[in-house]
Every structure is written in C-alpha cells, then in structure tokens.
C-alpha cells in the first residue's frame, strides 16, 4: 500500500506529460466504472427477485437527487474511458500514430466534452 | 577499509581503448576493467565524425594513402611504422566492429558508408577521398555502446566508479598492481595484477576552451609520471577548428565533410586563401590557426572571438539526418537553427596528441631509447605511440583506440601467461591513505575552482594555438606557483562517501603536473610543427627538431630528452592543403 | 560491482516467466473495442432515449419480453460477460501495481476474482430467469 | 541573473532524511542547469554530490527532476526554469548522496534483455551487408546513452520497480529490429513477462523525458507487435 501513497505522490509532484493525466483519469474512470458495474448488477439482481425491492434501489440508487448528480461522473467516466480506451488502442496497434499522442488526447477531451454536455444538462434537467 | 583484488590484467579506463583492451585481454587472462565513471559515460561516446579506414566502399582507396595522409597530417612527426601497422590494420579492426553489431550508415549496396574528412585524400594527395565510416553523427557513441555489450556477452568483470590513485611498480621496476578508491564508500583497494593497461583518455580540462569532459583530467598519464615515466610530445595538443562559441561543444568536422562553409565577418571562405586545395577540410592545425588569424586582423563575427560555419545551403534533410547531434546542440545550447543560420565557432581544446610512450604493443616506454616497463601497458588518447605526431587527422583517434586497445590486450594476455606474478611493493595503500587524510584534514587558503580557473585560462592565452616564449614562461611560472596553493586547498566536503570534492581536488594536481610537463615541452621546442605553433619560431625545422620529446619529473626537476622519429617511406616535405 | 545496497539486491533482474500477460492486454483492447460500440450505445441509449427514471420494474421487463427480448437479454449479457471480465482484470492491475507483498496481493486477487464470480452468476441468473422471475422461482416477490 | 537553486540534499552519513538546501547563484540565460549546481558545488558547499561528466547531453551522467520533470542538468538552460530552480535526484531509484543515486538496479535490467547482436555466422570477407533500409529501421534506439530519465519518470515503474522498464526495452528494441541479429525471440521471451513490456500503460512519460528524443512508447509498442505476431 506504501507503493500506492508513494506514487501517488509522485504523480502529483511530477510535470509529466499529457499521457499521465489521461492515464490517471484512465485508471481513475475505470475502477469507478468497475464499481458502478458491480452495483449495478446487484440492482438487476434485485430485480430478479421482485417489483418491490427494485423499487426502493429504483428510487434511491437511481433517481434520487445525489444519484443525478452521481449519474453525470458516470457518464464523464464512461465517455472518457471509452474515448481514451480508443486512443490507447489505437496508438498500440498503430505505434508511429504515437508522435500525435498530445493532439489526440486533445481531440478526444474534445468529443467527450461535446457528448457530454448535452447529456449532462439533459439528466440534471429534473433537478431544477 | 583496505580491499585487495588479484586479476592477471587490470584495464584502467572503460572508453573505446579500454574496453576493447578489455575484449582481448579477456580472452586470455583473468581481466578486470576499473573505471572512474560508468563505461557508457566515457567519452569516446562523444566522438562523432567518423572512424576512417580504406575500405574503398564509395570510391577507390588504400591504406597506404591513408598512411601517406596520416603521415602528412602529423606534419612528419608520427612514427611511419606505427602509422603503416594502423592503417593496415584499421580495415580489419573495422569488420570486426561491424561483426560485433556497430550500426554503421549504409551505402546503397549495404556496404558501410564512408564520407570525407579533413585531411583524407586519395593518391598521396590529389583529392579529397570518402573514407571516414560512420553511424550518423553517433559514431563514437556506437563504438562504445557497441564494445560495452560485446563486455557484457562475454562477462567482462568490471569495478565501475572506482578512482584510480596509484600506481604500483614492483622493486626491480615491472608493473604489478594499482591502488583505486571506491567512490561509493571512500575505500581504498589494492588490485594486484600481472599486466596494466592505462587507457584513461585525454586531458582537454587544462584549457579553459575545450571539447573534453569535466572527468578529462589526465590522471593516468600523471599517475604514471609521479613514478619516473616519461610524457611523449606533450607540447602537442590539438585546438579543433570548431566549438560552439564560449562552451567549446564540438560541431563535428562532418560538417565540413558534408559541404560546410567557414566565413569569417564579410562572410569570405576565408579558407580558400590558406588552403586553395583543400579549402575548409585542410588539416585541422590549419584551419585552427587560420581562424585565430581572422579574428586577430579584426575578421572575426561582430568583433568577437569566432568566425560562421555555414550549413545553410545543404538542405535541411542533410543537417537533420546526417547531421543530426550537432544540429540539436546548436538548437539547444545557442538556439540557433543550422538549417537556416550559421553556426559561431571557435577553435577548442580537443585532443591530446601525446601521452604516456607506448611502442606499436602499447608496452609503455621507460625513457627515450624505448626501453620498455614490464607489465605496462597503454592505449588510446592516453597513450602516445605516435601515430597523430604533431597533429592528428580526424577520425584517426577512433583507429587509434581499437586498433592498439587490441593490441595492447592481446599483448598483455600472452604477457600474463608468460609471466609470473611481480611482488608487491612494501608499501601499496600507504601513500594514497597518507593523501587522503593530509588533504581531508588540511584547512587551507586556497579553493580548487579558482585555481583550476586560473590555470585553464593561463594555459589558453599561452600554451594554446599560438605561443611564444615570453607567454609560455608566464604560464610555467604560474602554473608552478599553482602547484604550491594546490597544496594549500581545502576540501570542504570530509564525508567518505562519495566524495566527489576531493577527486576534484586530486584531479586538479594532475592537471597541473601534466600543464607543467606541456609548457615546458613547448618551451623547450624551438620550431612550429602543426599543432604546435610558436611565433617566435614560425618554420618547421626538421634539421634540429625532428625529434618526439620525453619529459620527465624527478625530484621536482623536469628533465627532457629526444628520440628520433622513425622515416620509412615519407621524407619530410612542405606541408600545403 | 558498485554499490551494493539493500534494495539493488533485491531487484527483480530474471525477465521472461512464461505467463498470459499477452493474450490478456490483447484482450483488453478487444473487449475494449466491442465495448466502445455496446457500452457507449447501451450508456447513451438507457440515459438519453430511455431516461433512468423509466426505467423501471415493468420496462424492464417489457423489454426482455417478447422476441426482441431475446436480443436483449443477449445484448446484456454480453455487457455483463465482458464489462465484468475486462473490469475485473483492470482492478487485478492495479492490485498489481501497488499491492507488493505476494501473499496479500493473492488475497486480494481471489476476492476480487471472487466477488467477481458471484456478480457474474447473479447477473446470468437475472438475465435468465427475467425480472422477478428468480423472485417467483423462490416464491417470493 | 540570480536564482534561486531548491536542491534536494541528503548525505547518508549525517542526515536521516533528505532535506531541502536554498542556494543562490547568479547565472546568466544561456547557462546550463549542470552550470548552476557547480557554482553552487564550487563556491559555497562542495559536499554538493552529483554526477556529471560531458556537458553536452551526450554521456547520460546527469540525469535528475529538475522542477519537477526529468532532464539532464546539462541539457537545461537557466533561461528556461523560471525563478526558481528545484532539483532533486530522480525517483525510485535508491539514493545514495544527494543528487545521486545507484544505477545498479537499472544496468542490471539493461543486461537482463541481452544487449548485444547474437550471429554466430560471420561473412567470409569484409562486412556483413545491410540495407539502408534495414538500417533505418532500429536507428532511433540506437541513440540511446542509459541515462535512465525514462524509466524513472514512468508511472508504471514509480508503482513497481520490478517493471523491466522503458530504458531496456528501447535497447530490446535495437537488437529486436536489427536484421543482422538472430536473437530477437530470446528478447522478446524476455519481453514476454507480467514485469516485461506488459507493464507499460502508454503513459508517454517517458517520451517526454527523453534527452535523445527517441519516440520510446514507439518502440515499446513496436516490441508489443511484435510479440503479438509472433504468436506466443
Ligand atoms: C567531442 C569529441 C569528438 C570527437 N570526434 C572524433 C571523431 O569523430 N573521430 C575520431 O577518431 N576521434 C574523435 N574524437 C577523439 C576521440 O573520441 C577520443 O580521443 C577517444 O574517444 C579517447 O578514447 P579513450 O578510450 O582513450 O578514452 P575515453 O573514452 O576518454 O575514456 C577514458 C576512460 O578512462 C576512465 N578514467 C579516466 N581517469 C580515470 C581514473 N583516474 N580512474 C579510473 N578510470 C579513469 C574514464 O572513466 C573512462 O572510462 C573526438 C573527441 C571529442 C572530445
Ligand atoms: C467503453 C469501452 C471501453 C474501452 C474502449 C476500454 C478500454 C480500456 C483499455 C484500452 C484499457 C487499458 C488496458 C491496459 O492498459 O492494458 C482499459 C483498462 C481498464 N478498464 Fe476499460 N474500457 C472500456 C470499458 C470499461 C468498463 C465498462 C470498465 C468497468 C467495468 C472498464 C474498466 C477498466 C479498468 C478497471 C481498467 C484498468 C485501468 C488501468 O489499469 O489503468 N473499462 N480499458
Ligand atoms: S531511452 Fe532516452 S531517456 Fe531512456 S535511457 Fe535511453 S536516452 Fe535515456
Ligand atoms: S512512461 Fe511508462 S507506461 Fe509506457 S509509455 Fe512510457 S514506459
Ligand atoms: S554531463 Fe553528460 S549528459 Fe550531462
């Protein structure tokens, strides 16, 4: 665990470059995800069971005010991933592509961001 | 703590002669390789143009033209045996390097590429010829790399940052062993060996304007004349025509090779005036002194100390490829694009002509009649067999390691098996431990930047590429006046680990001994013979003067002798590019 | 030879373990690229079109109904199957990284793999038996 | 110009943590970085360690943070670090005195991807042949001097030190593409390792540290191809 504070601290500490914010937030988005998806299948399973007990987990999990408000990192931490995944996937079958990697990490916050904000104004919508 | 370490052959020094000593001495005897610094550190990595060889890949050629070019290019001071067994020997040393993996450029046909140098020509003379092989502008860095993973495949033992402090001759003068301090712990070891090969490069840290690194101090050679060896042809030393301005970094000669011009203030190729033939790939004496004459009549850039070398007109393909390193140290040192300006030079310290005397086996010599010390040897930029003379071509040191680094191995491998261990002296840690402790205890008046400063500076104003008697005595009074404070000098840093402020001080002594031993040397020579250029005596004068110097130090007494050169084939004649 | 400290001896020098540390960073660019397509289709589809807060009990169930359900319920499944076993491994990488001591790091893996295995089992059974169905089946709900 | 130096001291025989020393030297803009540490080393404390040898970016002596990002200190100049200039040995490697640290560790992972060319069969006469184009192929890796800027500024390795690291992959690299070798499997099963090139995340850290600007997440990724082709 020494070695999670420590290079924590490093990455903070170091002015790396654009690769190692993507890769943080890579790392970051990912076991948020991991965890979403783990909670998320507990739901369904609740489902499984019944229209009752899914519609407690329906009503605080989902739709509750702190839920909105988790649903939008959510969708942050998919659409990231999901773009970033596609810049490192492209860049390891393509290597060369790799002296772009600054340009494509721009480009991808880009079309996260242009996803993203509709979709967020749409889910915190109810919320007002 | 005292440590005691016995190989057959001990390699001090992991550049380009030590390291290929190393190979071949390893294949012999049990070796061990002792080295102040990393091996990849050495700074054969810095040699960029080229390893010449008459390969004949692009062009015809042969190596008797390079003999004849190395022969005019010491402006007849090089041993024309010594230069004849090189440059024979160069071609085969050249497949070897490639057998072993270096990356050498390619010509169309897959051969190793060759491109031209200052001073290589074809048929004695005629025309400038393709004959430097090179690996982009990396080929040292490939040399070394290269010979260090030959190191590594065959487990060569090495002792990496160790400081070499002594040398050990046994009662009846046969070399038997090395005292070194382990950087890391501030211990002192003793290595007893049957054969020494010195290989620890040159000393360009006596000019205060050089191309050499901060670790070129000339410790061997010092070493080896605290102990009674002579220094050959100290007084030569050559200034290569183009450092960067004020830091001295090299711009490689392949510049010019590649078609690079030198202008001076009107933006005249003033080159074409002092070498109509070879123009700016003259010999690099030459085109050192012609720049220092520009400067002198007012022609230098924006009344400063350096002249123009202008690349701009050969595209930028050929300065970002070929050209590559020296492009990217303009771009960051001098924020200078060479694709699109032209670069400021001025002659630098770069290379070390003479050193410890070796024959062409690299077996040391004890005094000028060549009589030799058992068990030691010497190879590369430390060692001086002479194959440079008065001045050395370019891409012949990079020859020089490999071909006499081998030599100097194998020799030394049958040198072990023949031989039985020499007995220690009585006295083998002693003295260093005795220095050590003085210099760590003394509190004196003195600090080591200042007076390796001072001496730097004394020795580029008088001993460098002009001199004349008045200014070589001023340096060698000064220099002996620096010797004493050297003396008087406090070591701030009383730690034992890794203390580099006392090596500091260490290396400054034996800068100072060797820039004695250098004045004096030029002192004595009353002539101009390429790099070696005295005002006061401005021909070569081959009728009194054709002679290798040996100086020697005993009892703080300098004493000098001649040998004479050994002619073969070329008699000495007017040097013209 | 220079230094020899404590830690340079412990360094790992022999590389070249015979291991599946390949395939599976091959595995996670494909499971990655089928992802960039459902994942992203299912996020925006179920937030976007759907709306979270329609989906409920009786959605759920109607769209696990009928012979589009069958699409579904295999289009989730797939969700399930590689969202959890890319996931799963992604966590394993970072145990990796930072958790050094073996047995520990094991630990963490088997409960990890662990917890794994029953989400996968309970996410199947969801997606077989449908909404409710495991409710009925145990005769609760 | 005067600046403030921030360097990072430790001496292993006094002090029981690093610590931070304050300095001020006066430099002027086209000054390296290794300029400044020597006035500070010559003129005011000389038990200021570090290692440095060429000056010129070209023996990989120097190797260190300097504010905050990998560089050799003779390869920065004055003009470009601000105010203040804050230096400290490089990362998660052992440090044995102030600025520097045990390379031990790092040459030991170098020789781990067997750095040398493997052909026992030797031509005839004369040179081994090679095309331009081969050549070309592994000449960026060839530029590297095993300073050690990359692999200490990878993510990958801060977390876990056993990564092989970017530093012996790139020498992986030139033997793996060099036509004239006829080893490339023995390195790639080298390769081939939790702690091998599997380990590297495409961070880029490393690209940007390098002095020698060689493309290394390039080669890794080459290397990565390569051992998917091979098919193990
Ligand atoms: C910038 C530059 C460019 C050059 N370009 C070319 C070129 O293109 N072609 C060409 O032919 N030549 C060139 N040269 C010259 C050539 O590179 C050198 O002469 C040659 O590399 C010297 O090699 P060496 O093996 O003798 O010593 P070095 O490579 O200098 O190695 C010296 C070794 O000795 C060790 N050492 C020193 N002192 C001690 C001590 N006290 N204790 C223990 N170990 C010690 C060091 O650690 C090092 O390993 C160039 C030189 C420079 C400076
Ligand atoms: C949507 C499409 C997705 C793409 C394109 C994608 C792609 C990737 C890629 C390329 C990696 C890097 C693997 C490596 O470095 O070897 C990765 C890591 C990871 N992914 Fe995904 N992924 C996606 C979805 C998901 C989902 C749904 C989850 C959660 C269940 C997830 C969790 C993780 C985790 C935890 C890591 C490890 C992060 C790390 O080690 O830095 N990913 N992903
Ligand atoms: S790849 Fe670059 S940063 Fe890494 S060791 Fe080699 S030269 Fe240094
Ligand atoms: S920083 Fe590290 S993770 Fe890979 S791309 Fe470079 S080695
Ligand atoms: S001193 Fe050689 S790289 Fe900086």
């Known amino acids: ?128 | 703590m005292i440590h005691t370490h016995k190989f057959e052959t001990v390699v001090v020094g992991a550049g380009g002669a030590g390291l290929m000593a190393a190979l071949y001495a390893g294949q012999g005897s049990d070796t061990a390789v002792l080295t102040k610094l990393y091996p990849t550190r050495s700074h054969t990595g810095t040699a960029q143009g080229g390893i010449g060889a008459a390969l004949g890949n692009l062009e015809e050629d042969r190596a008797e033209w390079h003999t004849f070019d190395t022969i005019k290019g010491s402006d007849y001071l090089a041993d024309q045996d010594a230069v004849d067994i090189m440059c024979q020997e160069a071609i085969d040393v050249i497949y070897e390097l490639e057998h072993m993996g270096l990356p050498f450029d390619r010509t169309p046909d897959g051969k190793i590429a060759q491109r031209p140098f200052g001073g290589h020509t074809s048929n004695f003379g005629e025309k400038p010829v393709r004959r430097a092989c090179h690996a982009a502008d990396r080929t040292g860095h490939m040399i070394l790399q290269t010979l260090y993973q030959q190191c590594i495949a065959r487990a060569v033992r090495f002792f990496d940052e160790f400081h070499l402090l002594d040398l050990l001759l046994s009662a009846d003068g046969q070399a038997c062993g090395v005292v070194a301090y382990e950087i890391d712990s501030g211990d002192l070891h003793v290595f007893h060996a049957k054969a020494l090969i010195f290989a620890t490069g040159g000393f360009g840290r006596l000019w205060e304007i050089t191309s050499n690194a901060h670790s070129l101090t000339g410790d061997g050679p010092a070493i080896a004349l605290h102990k009674g060896i002579p220094l050959e042809d100290m007084e030569f030393f050559q200034f290569h025509p183009t450092g960067i301005y004020k830091m001295g970094i090299l711009i490689t000669e392949g510049v010019r090779g590649e078609g690079g011009i030198l202008r001076n203030r009107d933006g005249e190729r003033f080159m074409e005036r002092y070498a109509p033939n070879l123009k700016d790939l003259a010999s690099r004496d030459v085109v050192s002194r012609a720049i220092y004459l520009e400067i002198r009549n007012n022609k230098g850039i924006d009344g400063g100390r350096y002249v123009h070398l202008d690349a701009t007109h050969l595209g930028r393909n050929v300065v970002e490829t070929k050209l590559a390193d020296s492009a990217e140290f303009c771009k960051t040192y001098l924020g200078i694009d060479p694709a699109l300006e032209p670069m400021p030079v001025q002659p630098t310290a770069h290379y070390a002509m003479g050193g410890i005397p070796t024959n062409v086996d690299g077996e040391v010599q004890r005094n000028a009649q060549g009589a030799i010390v058992p068990g030691f040897y010497a190879a590369g930029e430390v060692a001086c067999v002479s194959v440079h003379g008065a001045n050395r071509l370019g891409t012949n040191s990079l020859v020089d390691l490999v071909v006499f680094g081998k030599r100097a191995g194998k020799v030394a491998a049958t040198y072990c098996q023949q031989n039985d261990w020499a007995e220690l002296p009585a006295e083998t840690w002693e003295p260093a431990q005795a220095m050590l402790d003085t210099m760590l205890r003394h509190a004196g008046n003195y600090n080591v930047a200042d007076l390796r400063a001072e001496m730097q500076s004394l020795m580029m104003d008088h001993v460098g590429v002009f001199r004349t008697e008045e200014g070589i005595q001023i340096a060698l009074t000064r220099v002996r006046e620096l010797q004493e404070c050297a003396q008087d000098i406090t070591v701030m840093d009383k730690g034992k680990r890794f203390n580099t402020d006392i090596l500091e001080a260490i290396e400054l002594r034996n800068l100072l001994d060797l820039a004695e031993i250098t004045a004096a040397s030029a002192l004595a020579r009353q002539e101009s013979r390429g790099a070696h250029s005295r005002e006061d005596y401005k021909a070569r004068d081959d009728e009194n003067w054709l002679a290798h110097t040996y100086a020697s130090k005993m009892d703080g007494q300098i004493s000098l002798d001649y040998a004479p050169v050994t002619i073969t084939n070329h008699h000495p004649k007017e040097r013209t590019y | 030879m220079t230094v020899t400290t404590g830690r340079a001896a412990r360094v790992k020098t022999r590389y070249g373990a015979p291991n599946h540390e390949g395939r599976i960073w091959l595995f996670m660019r494909l499971s990655g690229l089928v992802m960039f397509v459902t994942v992203v289709f299912h996020l925006l589809y179920m937030h976007m079109v759907v709306r979270v807060e329609n989906i409920t009990f009786e959605n759920i169930d109607a769209r696990w109904s009928g012979p589009a359900g069958l699409f579904w319920r295999l289009f989730d499944a797939s969700l399930l199957f590689i969202g959890m076993a890319h996931g799963m491994n992604g966590v394993r990488f970072s145990i990796n990284d930072y958790v050094h001591n073996r047995f520990l790091n094991l630990m963490l893996t088997g409960i990890v793999y662990g917890i794994g295995g029953l989400l996968i089992l309970a996410g199947s059974l969801a997606i077989i038996f449908g909404v409710g169905g495991l409710g009925r089946l145990i005769g609760m709900g | 110009m005067r600046i403030k130096m921030r360097i990072r001291r430790f001496n292993p025989e006094t002090d029981s943590s690093p610590w931070w020393g304050e300095y001020w030297v006066d430099v002027e803009a086209t000054d390296r970085v290794l300029d400044a540490l020597h006035q500070v080393k010559w003129y005011q404390d000389g038990t200021l360690t570090l290692r440095r040898s060429c000056a010129h970016g070209i023996c990989g002596s120097d190797a260190m943070v300097i504010n905050g990002r990998n560089a050799l200190a003779c390869k920065v100049l004055m003009q470009d670090v601000g105010d203040v200039c804050q230096v400290e040995a490089l990362r998660s490697m052992p440090l044995i005195k102030d600025l520097v640290v045990d390379m031990e560790p790092f040459f030991a992972k170098y020789r781990a991807v067997l750095p040398y060319l493997i052909n026992e069969e030797l031509p005839a006469a004369g040179e081994r042949r090679q095309s331009q184009e081969a050549r070309a192929r592994f000449d960026d890796t060839t530029k590297c001097i095993l300073c050690a800027a990359c692999t200490t500024s990878c993510p990958s390795f801060w977390a876990n030190e056993d990564y092989i690291g970017p530093a012996a992959i790139v020498q992986a690299h030139r033997f793996i593409f060099d036509d004239r070798d006829t080893a490339a499997d023995l390195r790639l099963r080298a390769l081939n390792d939790v702690d091998g090139v599997w380990r590297c995340r495409t961070v880029f850290n490393c690209v940007q540290a390098c002095p020698r600007e060689i493309d290394v997440t390039r080669a890794i990724g080459e290397v990565k191809l390569a051992l998917m082709n091979g098919g193990d």
Not at chain 1, 43 to 58: D, E, K, L, M, R
Not at chain 1, 69 to 75: K, T
Not at chain 1, 95 to 110: C, D, F, N
Request: hydrophobic share 55%; no cysteine.
């Open chain 1, 1 to 128: 665990m020494a070695a999670l504070v420590e290079s924590i601290y490093k990455g903070i500490t170091y002015r790396g470059a654009e690769g190692q914010w993507a890769w943080i937030l890579h790392r970051a988005s990912g076991l948020g995800i991991a965890l979403f998806l783990y909670m998320h299948i507990v739901s369904i399973f609740v489902a499984a069971i019944g229209p009752g007990p899914y519609a407690w987990v329906h009503a605080t999990l989902y739709t509750s005010p702190p839920a909105k408000v988790l649903e939008v990192f959510l969708l942050f931490g998919v659409l990231y991933h999901a773009a970033n995944g596609m810049r490192i996937i492209i860049i390891d079958f393509f290597p060369t592509l790799g002296k772009y990697q600054r340009t494509i990490v721009r480009i991808e916050l880009v079309l996260v961001a242009v996803v993203l904000v509709p979709a967020a104004i749409i889910t915190l919508h109810s919320l007002f």
